[in-house]
Structure formats: structure tokens, C-alpha cells
């Protein structure tokens, strides 16, 4: 398990996927609009994940931040800010290009016939060292905003590289940083699963390397219930999360806290001690949770890696909040994953495997949507 994602320097280039089958007049291109060009009129939006407006554009760093806005013409186009980043552009659901560290400036969307369509900007990569900033969606040229209605149903994802979607696209375990920034790709993991399969808004509040008392081999660094209250990783603004009321929170953590030997000078004397902090401070940290969405299920999952000793751990915690009268957490372990992405992690079909078993837990829970 990688203690985090370092942004290697690597070529600021702009990488097109082939255009898809959405409607089309001709080829979907998302091209530099020249420097002379205006954005055009801003589209109303759709919001995944934690934002810090500063003027025009917005700072992000929690991992899985998607806009998406709606429009009536040929043409759009986003402003992307500063800050290395690989971002999915989408027309209609189909994704229609990938830009891996693209230059700040405007991009315009052309080749769409004429019409109603749905553009989505989707963050991949992880941005553990700084934020990005992004400056929204445009209808260009002839094209008119529409409005996107929000979503029914909300799903907040807290974790750790398992949740990120870390090397997620990678096909092989050995891997330069470089090569795991570029192969993460949180909107193919288990948040964009699910909110694809249940037409979802949803949140990624996620950090590789880190866990609930202790991160990864003991490096120093906050822990993900220390980093949850806050916009970004410095700390310098708490989260503005009032609007935001998730049905399900789905909380994968304990990788980091016991995939490796204490080390000499850790303050848990023996694996007895950090268990029982673990435990503790797990439930403290669902509780306040809790305290916050009253109505949501919460389902804490885990691997069967280090000899079971991450799935016994999250179900004691499951189990005492249980038994305190909590009734909407529940427990999933998720065995037999192949782990085959950069540094023994979950692949993109392992990710699916994931998606299945809290699926098959919204399933069996069929009050999850309605708060009951």
C-alpha cells in the first residue's frame, strides 16, 4: 500500500479519446478555444464533492469532484484552472475525451448536433500535494443553458486508496508514482459505479495511504477522520457540507492501520493497543457522522487482506455501534479481490466486485433511499 500519490513531472499533454456515439453533427472535439474567445453563458450546475469558490473558479483536493451542467445547442465549453490534473469529458454519458494535465484556459465542445445535452467534467486523479481549480461550464456560441434537476438519491464514499480508485486502470502491481497518478481514475472506482448504477449524486471523501488512527507503515500525516472536516488538505477552511444529506455512506478504512508491523517509536505499545484506539476512535468517528445525517445507512466494508485482521477490526465497530441501538449500520466483507493494479490494489473489476456487494446491501435494505 503506497503512502500517497507524489504528481511527477511528466508532459503537460492534452490527450483526445477517440469520439463516441452520442448525437453528432461530426467528430466530438474538445480543443484549446483560442485566447480571444468568450466563455459564453454559464451553465447551472451539478456539484460532486467539496468546493472553495475563490471569484470565477473553484478550488477542489477531495478526490472524485464532477460538474455537470445541461444545454440546448452544438456547442460548450469549461475553464479549466491551475493545478495537474486528469480530467474525463463527457457529452450525453458517453466520454468523449481525456485530458491529462491540461494548460489553464478555455476548452470548447463542438461536433454535437443540434439539441438538448448533458456536459459532465469528471476529475480522475488524485491530488493529495495541492488542489486544482476549475471554472465551470459554458453554453457556447448559439447554445442556451438549460436546467439540471438534482438527483433523488446521494452516496458519500469515505476511505482510503480502495476508494480513490488508486492505479484502478493499471494492468500490472509494479509501478512508478507517475504511472499510478496517471492509472487512478476515482470515476471508474466504486463511487462512479454505484452512481452510475443508481443515478446518484455522490461524494468521495477519500486519502491513499491513510486510515483511521494510523496511515500506511506509520508515516506521519493526518489520519482521514482528522482531514474529514475540512475543504482541503491544509486545513485552513472547515467543509461547507449543510446542503449536502446523503441516504448512504459507504466507509471503507482500516487497510492503512493494519497492512503493516508497528514500528519502533508508534505510541501503541502492542497490536492489542492499536486495535482497541482503532475501535474507538472508528465509532466516535461514525457517531459524528451520525450526528450529522440522522436518516443515512452507513455501511463500513473491508478486504479479507492481512489475515482477516481488517475485517475483524471493522466489524467489532459494526457490531458496538449495533449494539448501542444504532440499527441503520451495517457490515459487508468483500473477499477474493485480485488485487492486480499498482502496488496490490483493486482493478477496475475488482472495483465492480466492490460496487456489488454494497449493492447487494442497498438490496437487502430496501428503506436505504427513504431513510427508513
Not at 19 to 40: R, Y
Request: with cysteine.
Amino acid at each position: 500500500m503506497a503512502q500517497g500519490m507524489k504528481i511527477a513531472a511528466a508532459s503537460a499533454a492534452l490527450m483526445l479519446v477517440g469520439a463516441a456515439p452520442v448525437p453528432v453533427a461530426g467528430p466530438v472535439t474538445v480543443t484549446p478555444a483560442p485566447a480571444t474567445a468568450a466563455p459564453g453563458r454559464p451553465l447551472p450546475m451539478r456539484i460532486g464533492g467539496r468546493v472553495v469558490r475563490q471569484g470565477t473558479m473553484a478550488q477542489r483536493q477531495w478526490p472524485g469532484t464532477y460538474w455537470e451542467g445541461a444545454f440546448r445547442g452544438q456547442q460548450a465549453m469549461f475553464r479549466v484552472g491551475a493545478g495537474d490534473v486528469v480530467l474525463n469529458v463527457s457529452v450525453d454519458g458517453t466520454r468523449v475525451a481525456r485530458l491529462v494535465k491540461p494548460q489553464p484556459g478555455l476548452y470548447a465542445v463542438a461536433g454535437l448536433r443540434r439539441g438538448r445535452h448533458v456536459l459532465r467534467v469528471d476529475v480522475a486523479s488524485e491530488s493529495q500535494s495541492a488542489p486544482t481549480a476549475f471554472g465551470g461550464l459554458y453554453a457556447a456560441g448559439s447554445a442556451t443553458p438549460l436546467p439540471l434537476s438534482p438527483r433523488a438519491r446521494r452516496i458519500e464514499f469515505i476511505g482510503d486508496s480502495h476508494t480513490v480508485g488508486y492505479a484502478n486502470t493499471s494492468t500490472r502491481r509494479d509501478c512508478t508514482d507517475a504511472e499510478v497518478w496517471a492509472t487512478t481514475d476515482t470515476s471508474q472506482g466504486i463511487g462512479g459505479v454505484l452512481g452510475r448504477r443508481y443515478d446518484a449524486e455522490y461524494r468521495v471523501n477519500a486519502i491513499s495511504g491513510r486510515g483511521i488512527v494510523r496511515n500506511y507503515d506509520g508515516f506521519a500525516g493526518d489520519t482521514v477522520p482528522i482531514a474529514y472536516p475540512f475543504a482541503l488538505f491544509d486545513k485552513g477552511a472547515r467543509a461547507d457540507d449543510a446542503g449536502w444529506h446523503p441516504q448512504l455512506i459507504v466507509i471503507a478504512l482500516g487497510t492503512n492501520d493494519f497492512s503493516t508491523q508497528l514500528r519502533s517509536g508508534e505510541r501503541w505499545a502492542n497490536r492489542a493497543a492499536l486495535h482497541a484506539d482503532y475501535e474507538s476512535t472508528y465509532v466516535g468517528f461514525v457517531r459524528r457522522l451520525r450526528a450529522a445525517h440522522p436518516r443515512a445507512h452507513i455501511l463500513l466494508w473491508a478486504t479479507d487482506m492481512a489475515e482477516g485482521e481488517i475485517a475483524a477490526e471493522t466489524q467489532k465497530v459494526a457490531e458496538r455501534l449495533r449494539a448501542t441501538g444504532d440499527r441503520r449500520v451495517g457490515f459487508v466483507k468483500v473477499p477474493g479481490l485480485a488485487l492486480s493494479a499498482c502496488h496490490y490494489h483493486p482493478s477496475t473489476d475488482d472495483d465492480r466486485r466492490i460496487a456489488d456487494a454494497v449493492a447487494s446491501y442497498v438490496e437487502a435494505h430496501p428503506g436505504v433511499w427513504s431513510g427508513r
